[in-house]
Nanobody
Framework: QLQLVESGGGLVQSGGSLRLSCAAS????????IGWFRQASGKEREGVSC????????EYAESVKGRFTISRDNAKNTVYLQMNSLKPEDTAIYYC???????????????????WGQGTQVTVSS
């Protein structure tokens, strides 16, 4: 059974950077598309970025385009989210999620994903 563990969150000043990791165990990530989502206090969870299983397709929410970069290293069974130029409004719990999907499929719709990690807190101070 696939399990996902997020790491890399923390407290950072506005303008700073963090790199989140989504490490998989139990199964290889080779056949999974991965999404990153976040939920700020009092708000609904939203899609941030996603990447297809072959790494050829990526999507970003408008609010993070140009600042966040998603990537994957299937040899390490890990997906990353590099977050630069962080803003206080990026403060949230960040989750990764996986869905079996071949080729270039990737989605920011959280309902498409079956397997979720527990999340990692990102706090950006002003």
């Amino acid at each position: 059974q696939l399990q996902l563990v997020e790491s890399g969150g923390g407290l950072v000043q506005s303008g700073g950077s963090l790199r989140l990791s989504c490490a998989a165990s139990g199964r290889t990530l080779d056949y999974y598309a991965i999404g990153w989502f976040r939920q700020a206090s009092g708000k609904e969870r939203e899609g941030v970025s996603c990447i297809s299983e072959n790494g050829e397709s990526t999507e970003y929410a408008e609010s993070v385009k140009g600042r966040f970069t998603i990537s994957r290293d299937n040899a390490k069974n890990t997906v990353y989210l590099q977050m630069n130029s962080l803003k206080p409004e990026d403060t949230a719990i960040y989750y990764c999620a996986a869905e079996v999907a071949a080729g270039t499929w990737a989605s920011l719709a959280q309902d498409e994903y079956d397997c979720w990690g527990q999340g990692t807190q990102v706090t950006v101070s002003s």
